[in-house]
């Protein structure tokens, strides 16, 4: 049986943090914050603190844009004021309007990284595949420390956490992954929601046996090397 363990969601989604820590064995959270430099979820600093109330990991994520990246680093860090036990995350991607490149990407985590002090995650799926070159040395020295959260949406119904993460598979160059999102908007294997939820929810599994596990890697390990990025990029590049 898949048994979700993180459920992410902005603010048109109802929820309840209380059924899904006791009820629903949802271990952490992960809320949108902003959309680049033109939008702020009106309810993510409230649900932060009542995912964390509920016992809840907590973690805040940026649905990418092509805005400035240096401005939406700033905007995103100061918006969400994280502590060292909130994750911070690059949701990665397609746009109708404003889609963030690959480069974007790559300096959005690095200056995430030099503003938080610690490894962010990235999040996506075909984005990844479109944007990222796995032969890149830049973004094989990324994927050694930035985690992975993949989402894939397979078909058939895998026996259980273990058999997903073997069917879903990585994405070169990452050689482990850190979450999969697996199912969304009704889409992927079942359960599409558990209690605490709404139906068809966004949830995800990941490769760890308890909650302790998952908390002692969910805010990502202190940046200890020097950024890899020396200027910004020109919006060209």
Do not use: C
């Amino acid at each position: 049986m898949i048994v979700p363990r993180v459920h992410d969601l902005y603010h048109s989604n109802k929820v309840n943090f209380g059924s899904l820590a006791t009820d629903g064995g949802i271990w952490g959270v992960v809320h949108k914050a902003t959309q680049g430099l033109g939008f702020t979820d009106p309810l993510y600093k409230t649900r932060e603190a009542l995912a964390l109330r509920a016992g809840l990991l907590a973690g805040a994520y940026d649905f990418s844009t092509d805005d400035d990246v240096e401005a939406n680093v700033a905007r995103f860090v100061s918006i969400v004021e994280p502590s060292d036990n909130i994750a911070m995350v690059l949701d990665f991607e397609d746009s109708t309007h404003n889609a963030m490149s690959g480069a974007e990407a790559y300096e959005f985590l690095d200056r995430l990284a030099q503003a938080t002090g610690r490894a962010p995650i990235l999040y996506g799926g075909n984005r990844i595949v479109e944007q990222i070159d796995p032969q890149d040395p830049k973004w094989i020295d990324m994927a050694g420390w930035v985690r992975l959260w993949r989402a894939r949406y397979i078909r058939g119904q895998p026996a259980d956490n273990a058999a997903l993460l073997k069917a879903v598979g990585t994405i070169p160059p990452w050689t482990a992954l850190f979450m999969v999102q697996y199912a969304a908007d009704g889409d992927g294997p079942f359960p599409h929601q558990v209690p605490g939820s709404e139906p068809k929810a966004d949830l995800s599994v990941v490769p760890f046996d308890t909650k302790a596990e998952l908390a002692a890697n969910w805010a990502g390990a202190p940046v200890t090397k020097s950024p890899t990025m020396t200027a910004p990029l020109k919006k060209d590049e």
